[in-house]
């Protein structure tokens, strides 16, 4: 094996790769116990006053998450009379893969990457859009209404919202000059403000525009409220996942915990600096880069679940009416200002 | 920051001519100026974008003019996959008269019925985009996006009358026939692009001279010229033709029989002439079966038609087999090292297209002028129309004896170059070209003069008035008439516009 | 509109591309290996016990009508919006990562501009067309 790579002090490529897919696949679920945790039953409970998830085991309800688990566990797995059973099945897999795959790219220090690929973020914004077709596939082969009417009311959000999502993160991609994750990281690290370096220079700063777009974008495409339509409870049960009991059920939920950390993650990485702590480089970043990478994360799902928590769900024609009228031109208008910034300085 | 803005476009701007391709970017800012103003004007008022499109266009010709009294040579911009020489110059000022006739036969028909117009010009601005780009298109991607920006919109027209199911067939029909002629070239292009490792035409015609790579070369050639045979809805690729020109609105018919064919002509000329000239054994049993069957199948189709339209659509595919005649005594005279036919047969399709661009837009005219009283197409109600409308009558007769090849009208100056490329390219293969086509003239004289006496001769089928004929349809008529004639006349007018092209076609080649 | 010559690479470039990828392709697969072993596990633990009932199509408790086919066309609307504006934002892409002044410059300012605003003005059509509104 040669040593291409700069990740290799286990050995093997072959090696590596594979010790880092064992990782991931134990940090997706893990990831989204975290948030599950964190936001949906505790602070959702401070903040909605509901007693029920803090009740469990005595502290606080710590107990909530296990007793969630034993119960998905002993769920009977139900393939519904009238669906189309191979599809059916697939098709939490689908959504699990889309959410497997944009970890991918996803960098936590100058070393700890899975792959640094030249597009990043346009390979992650790419394969989060997989997930429409394993919507799509679970509202169809459920053989239900609400689930097939909740998949295209998903698919009709994604698709809208995928636009202004990706137009937002070009104003980033102009910034640094580069789509990779890892150099847009660098770009912000080793860039100051007017000179001062002590902060790095957080893109949010220059594109705050395209960070609120982009948070407003990324809330939609994980069908959090305010923009949950496609499971809206009070009308469609639980849209496209109506039908599903379950691990398969399970597997809806971790792809959307999972998918939100990722975007948390894309959000703190694009905007916020990701692992970057200026002036901190080598093997102290691969230390201390996970942890302000997590923080950093955690800042930004606490604002996702904050509005998710907060505002009252949108109409289907005012959640497209923002996304095509508001979302999208100002999107453009961010990348032609961007574009002439750059070129000009 | 003033001064970094000059040197920055000092520094970074790829040498383009911008006077160059002032034309398309007129076109480009009129068609979406037509359909933001067609957004803010009341419905009533929007035959209004009917004028500016035609502006636009008047406008992009004066352009041309200009270019052409530039005497600049070839403009060779983006590596010489885009060059504007006297050959693309000639041809985009075709266009752009095909287009503004098209406008003028189009402005009542499309103000009267209940249609979009705004959209209407907007499709049609596009579409002439496409062919001014396809003028000056020197490598395969260019001449690709060329041929798609020509084709998406006619697509969109040819369904324009969108409540009559034949209109919706015709649409239907032509845009299938589109992708499917698009993949054939596609598949083609990207064998080329495999075995020449360019998409550069001048590279390619390297490539392809050398040897090797015989059988691969033959499948990408045989399929390129394929897909152009759809678009130019050549024998047996024409089946789509006549629904599509009989369903489509009558100036959508005449736009697509004259512009959009010349468009797959254009793009055509520019593949074989510029790129596959040195295998020209692999193509001319290709095009010579082509235009034979084109010329002898369209025409006795023809002879059975009782509607007009269709007619003219049977007649435009055997005009089509006319015009490949040039293309098949090129790939003749080349096996056979005459290289000095190359000039003739180039100069024979540029001259053949301009000419039948103005008799069949001229006599397509007539047709809807005609229809406007009887509201059909059928031949017999033809009868009598000199006794009504006897100036229109004129005109028509005029273009139908054009598309016969009598002189003095320009037709005959048409075909004259065509025999000419054809008797020059000798061997059996030249002089059975030159004999089918003259029996074809003849057995054409007898469907285009058919009408012609109806018209004079017959009784008219119902009592009915003279034909109303507003301004810019009579115009159009007109405009064409006059070029018809002066053409027949003095054929010299486009025999100089063939010259340059041939020349500047040359230089291209370096044959 | 440029012409396409394929540039030789260095082997160990294209081999890091191809890692890097394949890397990607093992995601796919650990990807199904996960949720093949939960299930797998899940199916050890959980209990089977068909009643017929249990099968029915659930709709709020009601026994299910009618089948699921109509959908509002509308849909269909958003879609082919969605296919012309996502492959246009792909056109944009290669413009930002040479945006800046020792790249494409203003030239390339302009051409982006161009094209965004061409894309504006469709936009604007459709708003004025009512097709982004809920009618």
């Known amino acids: 094996m040669s040593h291409a790579l700069a990740f290799d002090i286990w050995g093997g490529w072959a090696t590596t790769l594979a010790i880092k897919t064992v990782i991931v696949m134990a940090l997706i679920p893990l990831a989204a116990l975290i948030l599950g945790y964190t936001f949906l039953l505790k602070m959702m409970s401070h903040m909605q006053s509901r007693l029920g998830p803090m009740d469990p085991g005595g502290f606080h309800g710590w107990f909530q998450l296990v007793g969630d688990g034993i119960k998905f566990i002993q ?234 928590f907060t505002y009252p769900r949108l109409r289907e024609d005012q959640l497209q009416a923002l996304a095509w009228k508001w979302l999208i031109p100002i999107a453009l208008i961010n990348i032609l200002v961007t574009g002439a910034l750059k070129v000009a300085f | 920051m003033i001064l970094g803005v000059a040197a920055s476009l000092v520094a970074h701007n790829p040498r383009i001519d911008w006077f160059g391709i002032a034309p398309e970017g007129t076109l480009v800012a009129t068609a979406v100026a037509v359909l933001l103003l067609d957004l803010v004007m009341p419905r009533r008022d929007s035959w209004q974008t009917s004028r500016l499109a035609s502006v636009g266009v008047l406008v992009s010709l004066g352009f041309v003019v200009a270019l052409y009294e530039r005497h600049g040579g070839t403009t060779p911009m983006f590596g010489g996959a885009y060059v504007v020489d006297n050959y693309a110059i000639a041809l985009k000022g075709f266009f752009l008269v095909v287009a503004y006739v098209t406008i003028l036969l189009a402005v009542d028909y499309i103000g009267e019925g209940d249609y979009y117009q705004g ?75 495999g075995v020449t490792n360019s998409t550069l035409l001048s590279d390619i015609s390297d490539k392809v001279g050398q040897t090797g790579h015989g059988k691969v070369l033959a499948v990408a050639i045989f399929l390129s010229l394929i897909g152009f045979a759809f678009k130019v809805s050549a024998v047996p690729f024409h089946w789509w033709a006549p629904d599509t020109y009989e369903g489509a609105p009558t100036p959508v018919t005449a736009f697509l029989s004259v512009a959009s064919k010349a468009g797959g002509f254009v793009a055509m000329l520019n593949i074989i002439f510029f790129g596959f000239s040195n295998r020209s054994n692999v193509w001319w049993v290709v095009a010579w079966l082509l235009a034979i069957l084109s010329m002898t199948l369209g025409n006795l189709t023809a002879l059975r038609q009782t509607n007009i339209v269709r007619m003219l659509a049977y007649s435009s595919i055997a005009q089509g087999g006319f015009m490949l005649v040039p293309f098949a005594a090129y790939g003749i005279a080349r096996d056979h090292g005459h290289l000095s036919v190359a000039q003739t047969s180039f100069q024979a399709v540029v001259i053949y297209l301009l000419i039948y661009g103005a008799m069949n837009l001229g006599a397509f005219g007539c047709v809807i002028a005609v229809a406007r009283r009887t509201r059909s197409a059928d031949i017999e109600g033809y009868g009598g129309l000199f006794t009504t409308s006897p100036a229109l009558t004129v005109c028509l007769s005029m273009f139908l004896a054009s598309l016969t090849g009598i002189p003095p009208l320009a037709g005959w100056f048409a075909k004259f170059v065509m025999f000419r490329s054809a008797i020059d390219a000798g061997g059996w293969a030249g002089t059975s070209l030159a004999i089918v086509a003259g029996v074809n003239s003849v057995i054409a004289a007898y469907y285009y003069l058919n009408v012609v006496r109806t018209m004079w001769f017959k009784a008219p089928a119902t009592e009915a008035g003279p034909v109303q004929v507003p301004s810019a349809l009579g115009f159009s008529i007109a405009l064409c008439t006059v070029l018809v004639l002066a053409i027949g006349v003095y054929p010299q007018l486009v025999g100089h516009i063939g010259d340059l092209a041939a020349k500047a076609a040359s230089v291209a080649t370096g044959s | 509109m440029t012409t396409f010559h394929a540039p030789p690479l260095a082997a160990s470039v294209m081999t890091e591309y191809y890692r890097q990828y394949l890397a990607v392709a093992v995601f796919v697969g650990a990807a199904l290996v996960m949720v093949g072993a939960m299930l797998g596990v899940g199916a050890l633990l959980r209990p089977k016990r068909p009643q017929p009932e249990k099968y029915i199509t659930y709709e709020s408790g009601s026994d299910p009508f009618g089948t699921f086919g109509q959908q509002n066309v509308r849909y269909y609307v958003y879609a082919l919006l969605f296919v012309i504006f996502d492959v246009e934002t792909v056109f944009v892409f290669p413009w930002a990562v040479n945006a800046d002044h020792s790249g494409l410059g203003w030239f390339g300012f302009g051409e982006i501009a161009v094209f965004v605003l061409i894309l504006v003005a469709g936009l604007g059509y459709l708003w004025r067309k009512g097709l982004l509104s809920w009618a």
């Open chain 1, 75 to 308: 769920k009977e797995d139900i393939v519904p009379a009238g669906a189309d059973a191979r599809v059916f099945k697939m098709a939490p897999a689908v959504v699990v893969l889309s959410t497997f795959l944009m970890f991918v790219v996803l960098p936590a220090g100058p070393r700890i990457k899975v792959v640094n690929l030249d597009v990043g973020i346009f390979y992650a914004l790419a394969v989060s859009s997989l997930s429409v077709i394993g919507v799509l596939m679970a509202g169809w082969a459920s053989s239900n209404k609400y689930a097939l009417l909740g998949a295209l009311r998903a698919a009709a959000q994604l698709i809208a919202y995928e636009l202004p999502l990706v137009l937002a993160v070009v104003g980033v991609v102009v910034q640094a000059g580069t789509m990779s994750l890892q150099g847009i990281v660098v770009a912000q690290q080793t860039h100051g403000i007017f000179g001062w370096t002590g902060l790095g220079s957080p893109f949010i700063l220059t594109q705050f525009v395209g960070f609120a777009l982009f948070m407003v974008a990324a809330q939609a495409e994980l069908t959090q409220p305010p923009f949950d339509m496609p499971v809206a409870e009070s009308e469609l049960v639980a849209g496209y996942m109506v039908e599903y009991t379950g691990f398969r059920f399970l597997f809806f939920f971790i792809g959307e915990f999972g998918t939100a950390f990722v975007y948390a993650g894309l959000a703190a990485t694009l905007f916020l600096g990701g692992w970057s702590i200026p002036h901190v480089t080598g093997g102290a970043a691969d230390v201390l880069g996970p942890i302000v990478l997590f923080v950093k994360i955690m800042i930004v799902a606490f604002l996702m679940f904050w509005a998710r």
């Open chain 2, 119 to 193: 959209e209407f010009y907007f499709l049609l601005l596009t579409s002439v985009l496409g062919m001014t780009v396809m003028t000056s298109a020197r490598d395969l991607i260019t001449i690709f996006v060329a041929l798609e920006t020509i084709s998406i919109p006619t697509y969109v027209l040819a369904g324009y009358r969108k409540h009559d199911r034949r209109s919706n067939e015709a649409a239907l029909k032509y845009y299938l026939i589109g992708a499917i002629s698009s993949a054939f070239m596609l598949y083609g292009m990207s064998l080329i692009y």
